[in-house]
């Protein structure tokens, strides 16, 4: 499994704290990598965060202005999940791998 975290500078403290227990993850077998909101200015990137399940499916993640969680939306729609994972393989090739980030 793969992670990508598109993330503003410097790390807010919840994203710092993301950051600080990402080793679980990684010991649960995913690769991380994060990319600075700076450095993704020439990629087209969706709005909302997403999980691309499969090759066909997206779930969603919708937000409120204030950050708090609204709900989820599976997405089947072939044009937005090839979207959304181009996008994602755009972020991945500039991110840098979780051991390799130095959070600011």
Request: overall charge negative; aromatic content about 10%.
């Amino acid at each position: 499994m793969r992670r990508a975290r598109v993330v503003s500078e410097p790390l807010s403290e919840y994203t710092r704290f993301e950051h600080d227990v990402t080793f679980r993850n990684i010991a649960a077998g995913e690769e991380v990598r994060w990319l600075a909101r700076r450095r993704a200015g020439g990629l087209a990137l969706p709005p909302n965060d997403f999980w691309l399940v499969d090759d066909g499916v997206l779930l969603v993640h919708h937000f409120s202005g204030e950050g708090d969680f609204v709900d989820d939306e599976i997405v089947t729609a072939p044009g937005t999940v090839e979207l959304c994972r181009s996008a994602f393989e755009a972020v991945w090739r500039l991110a840098v791998p979780h051991p390799e980030y130095e959070p600011s």
